[in-house]
């Protein structure tokens, strides 16, 4: 088989890396860069780089690009690809991409299906790709009601070959309300939680927790903007809840409520706990 | 030397165990459930189980309690104490407890410095003590101005004998200032953050950030609630002070601002890159 891939940053070259890795299959390789696609072939990551055009050659094609370009480059190369074929992203974002990328298709008879392989580092672009990125995370799949289960089992199959822990299913609106809590808030919360004027003096004071906390702090800020954009009414949602939440604890400290304050910390350490199955 | 433990708890007892290993010191240990000194005994983390009266045989006593219960302990001993012996604690807070123990005990010639070894596990108890529990961590001290530089000295050589990594010398409201924000707001955030009703659609969903940030949500809220209300003012900042910065992100997510928005996360990953010395 002959898989595409479309952009060779951190996700997509990590993707080359590991179908050479783990499968049989031709990759073909296409990035905006010349001195990557080189790279690229050098650490025989893909088998060839190529335009645009020759996309009708891939019987699967990976768009590995940020959420906007990849809705822009299937508007600009729907043609390109071949009818029968089968196209995938790796947005963090699913709503507004499904929507828009699957009727471009759909209307030249080729299939789409919505991906989001959660695995990522606090380093992106080709230089820190690795076969082995994906290993044990999840593939979370949003196919449509009419997706063909053929193309739904074959891009499941996939997934797990390359390593991937665990395929689950779901829609792209439910993906994109789990993915506002579980993923986009802990980057805003991060972000902010580090802008304190008391991190002057946090030397020698810093535990795990403030490591914790802070970790994701270090982000892309043009990847994580337009996923955070395209994903508004959620993470507005989370936002305000945890905005909320932390107005509580306030309250009863400012107040000096313990009676409160500790049932407040009971509620959470309990939702934790089941969260952990304990 | 004798070394007098109040308190074996996760912290009291492990100190024991790294004076213990670490020293030749004679240790005496005392806690309230006898179980406790019966299990510390076999372990021979301590030499001998004491009534508080033979507090008066050691050089140094160290209050492993809750706040509270230290500054009542301390408060109902102080006779005990001997005269140019020295007394210290392990308080996460430091203002309250230190401005209350000192005098009590200056007035009976018993010397005090307030300390706060920084080490913890998310469990409790003597049954997850360890000698090795303090290996690299920070030991926090905030002697009077007046303390004994022998005494100061002699504290801090101590702490580095039993594994500490560093020794970081402050004043009571300094550190209440800085635990306030790498401590005890983690702990607030995560308790808040695992309160979203998105919780119980996370499976499969959970990335490394999401766990980063819930981890400290299973806190023990007897000893944080009791920590938050002595640190009440700095931490009322903190929280005032992160509100403030998730509200701006709000407002440029629910706006559409994608410029503002981008800025805000720029800043804070530029904070993030200077702690970590990038």
């Known amino acids: 088989m002959t898989v595409a891939v479309v952009g060779l940053g951190l996700i997509g070259g990590s993707l080359c890396k590991a179908v050479k890795r783990f499968t049989t299959h031709t990759v073909l390789g296409l990035d905006a860069n010349p001195e990557v696609t080189r790279s690229a072939l050098a650490d025989c990551a893909i088998d060839r780089a190529i335009e645009p055009q020759a996309l009708s050659e891939a019987d699967l094609s990976i768009i590995c690009l940020y959420p906007e370009p990849t809705i822009e480059f299937i508007r600009a190369n729907a043609a390109n690809f071949r009818a029968g074929s089968l196209v995938t992203d790796v947005c963090g974002v699913k709503g507004t991409v499904v929507s828009a990328a699957e009727p471009l298709l759909r209307e030249r008879g080729v299939a789409f299906i919505g991906a989001h392989p959660m695995a990522g580092r606090e380093f992106s672009g080709y230089a820190y790709t690795s076969a082995e990125l994906f290993s044990g995370a999840s593939f979370i799949m949003t196919p449509s009601a009419d997706a063909s289960p053929q193309d739904v089992a074959f891009l499941e199959s996939f997934a797990l070959t390359l390593g991937f ?114």
């Open 165 to 278: 822990g665990r395929v689950v299913m779901t829609t792209p609106s439910e993906h994109d309300r789990a993915i506002a809590f579980t993923s986009q808030l802990a980057h805003v919360v991060s972000n902010a939680y580090i802008k304190s004027p008391t991190l002057v003096n946090e030397s020698g004071f810093s535990a795990g927790s403030f490591l914790d906390l802070t970790r994701v702090a270090k982000l892309n800020e043009d990847m994580w903007s337009s996923l955070f954009l395209m994903n508004r009414d959620a993470l507005t949602f989370e936002l305000e809840t945890i905005i909320g939440h932390l107005n509580e604890y306030l309250a009863a400290i400012r107040d000096g409520d313990g009676a409160e304050l500790k049932a407040l910390l009971r509620d959470g350490r309990v939702l934790k706990e089941k969260s952990l199955g304990l």
